[in-house]
């Protein structure tokens, strides 16, 4: 069972952007079903560096389509693009120092992470276009 269902709601109306979310709303899951299997140490290493290599490039696409359309929140959009890198990189930190166990407050924390981030910042800029 997913933890995140993409649903119309989570839609920003612009292609690419929507295609990246569910590819991140993709990884959370992966990770969420190998916990509930029993397998999250297995693949928590591998799916959190998945999950920030795909968060960066997905930020990175996300500002370059907001410069290009003079979006004037942009320096804002920035700075909440990298508080929630930096929170996943440590997650990430601890997971390699023996200090975090996959748990459901942690997938919990990864789905309110990137559905807030959709409903409250990304729809925004779906506005603005």
Known sequence: MDLITWEDKLSVNIQSMDQEHKQLIGLINELHNAMRQGQGKLVLSSTLENLIR???T???NEEK???EMGYPNLKEHKKEHAALTKQVIDLQNRHEQGE???TIEIMQFL???L???I???DKKY???V
Do not use: A, S
């Open 54 to 56: 795909y968060t960066q």
């Open 58 to 60: 997905h930020f990175t």
């Open 65 to 67: 389509l907001m410069q």
């Open 100 to 102: 975090l166990v996959l």
């Open 111 to 113: 789905k309110n992470w």
């Open 115 to 117: 559905t807030h981030h």
């Open 119 to 121: 409903l409250n910042t």
């Open 126 to 128: 779906g506005e603005f």
